[in-house]
C-alpha cells in the first residue's frame, strides 16, 4: 500500500513537470542561476579562509628569556611552554641565530647599526618561538607565559593579531548572512515558480479536496516535483561552478606560483553533495510554500 502510494506520487509528480515543461524549466535555470551564485560565493569564501588560515598559522609570540639563567632552567622552560593550553609548537632561537635574523631584516641604510656587535657583545636576548593553535587565544597564551619564572618579557604583534582575528569574524558573519539571504531568495523564487503550476491545477487540487483527500496526499507529488526540479538544478549549477572554477584555477597558478587555492576537486567531492542537499530542500520546501493558499493550511 505505501509503495503503491509512493509511486503514485512520483508518477503524478513527473505528469506535472511533462505537463508544465516551461514553468519547470523556468523553476530549475532559477535554482542553477541561485546555486551558481551561491557557489561562487562559497569558493570565493573557502579560498579566503584558506588564506587567512594561512596567515593566521604564521602568527607568533616570542618569549625572551633572562641572561642569567643555567640551560637548566631554560629546557624546563620549553617544558612549560609546551603544555601551556592553545600552544601548536615552540622553536628555540638562540641569541647568535636572533642576530642573524635580525640583521637581514634591516635595510642596507640601517645596517651600519650592527657593526659594533658580533658574537661577542650580542645585545638580544635568547627566546622561545611560540606558535599557536589559534590566533584567538593569543592573550591567555601571553598572560600564562608572562607567569613562567625565567621569561623577562613577551613580544607580539598584538595589533596585527587582532586585526586578523577581526577580519576571520566579519568574514564568517558576511559569509553566513549572505548564505542566509541567497537561501531566503531561492526559496522565494522556486516557490513563486511553482505557484503557477499549482495554480494551472486549482480545479483538481479543489476536487480532491472535496473528495475527502488528505492535505499531505495532494502535497506529496508537489514537494517532489519541486525536489526534482530543485536537483536539476543543483546539478547543472554544479557543472557550471566546476567548469569556470577550473579555469580560473588553471589560469591563477599559471601566472602567480605562490598563490594557494583550493582544489577544483572541492567543486565535485563537497560542494556537489551541499547543492544536491539545497536543491532538494529549496525545491520541496518552495513547493510546499506555494500550496499554502490551495489548501487553507
Do not use: C, H
Not at 74 to 96: H, M, P
Not at 101 to 119: G, M, R
Not at 213 to 232: K, M, Q
Not at 274 to 292: D, E, H, K, T, Y
Request: charged letters at 20%.
Amino acid at each position: 500500500m505505501i509503495i503503491n502510494t509512493f509511486k503514485y506520487y512520483i508518477l503524478d509528480a513527473l505528469k506535472s513537470l511533462k505537463r508544465n515543461i516551461t514553468i519547470s524549466l523556468a523553476s530549475a535555470i532559477t535554482v542553477t542561476i541561485t546555486l551558481f551564485i551561491m557557489g561562487i560565493f562559497l569558493i570565493l569564501m573557502e579560498n579566503i579562509n584558506l588564506g587567512m588560515n594561512n596567515i593566521q598559522s604564521q602568527i607568533e609570540i616570542k618569549a625572551f628569556l633572562k641572561d642569567e639563567i643555567s640551560s637548566e632552567e631554560q629546557e624546563n622552560i620549553g617544558q612549560e611552554l609546551k603544555v601551556i593550553s592553545g600552544v601548536k609548537d615552540i622553536e628555540f632561537e638562540d641569541k647568535a641565530k636572533a642576530l642573524e635574523k635580525f640583521s637581514k631584516q634591516i635595510s642596507e641604510d640601517n645596517s651600519s647599526l650592527l657593526d659594533n656587535y658580533s658574537s661577542s657583545n650580542n645585545p638580544l636576548p635568547n627566546s622561545y618561538i611560540v606558535k599557536l593553535e589559534n590566533p584567538e587565544i593569543s592573550e591567555q597564551v601571553i598572560s600564562s607565559i608572562k607567569n613562567i619564572e625565567g621569561i623577562e618579557s613577551v613580544g607580539t604583534d598584538k595589533e596585527f593579531t587582532d586585526k586578523i582575528v577581526s577580519i576571520s569574524k566579519n568574514i564568517k558573519w558576511f559569509g553566513l548572512s549572505v548564505f542566509i539571504l541567497l537561501t531566503a531568495i531561492s526559496v522565494f523564487l522556486i516557490s513563486n515558480t511553482i505557484k503557477l503550476a499549482i495554480y494551472s491545477r486549482r480545479r483538481e487540487i479543489g476536487i480532491m479536496k472535496f473528495v475527502g483527500a488528505t492535505d499531505w496526499f495532494i502535497r506529496w507529488p508537489f514537494i517532489i516535483e519541486g525536489a526534482v526540479i530543485g536537483l536539476v538544478g543543483a546539478v547543472s549549477a554544479n557543472v557550471l561552478v566546476y567548469s569556470l572554477y577550473k579555469i580560473v584555477f588553471i589560469k591563477i597558478n599559471e601566472s602567480l606560483l605562490l598563490v594557494n587555492l583550493i582544489s577544483p576537486s572541492y567543486v565535485t567531492q563537497t560542494l556537489q553533495w551541499q547543492f544536491i542537499l539545497a536543491g532538494v530542500v529549496i525545491g520541496g520546501l518552495g513547493s510546499s510554500l506555494s500550496l499554502f493558499k490551495f489548501l487553507k493550511v
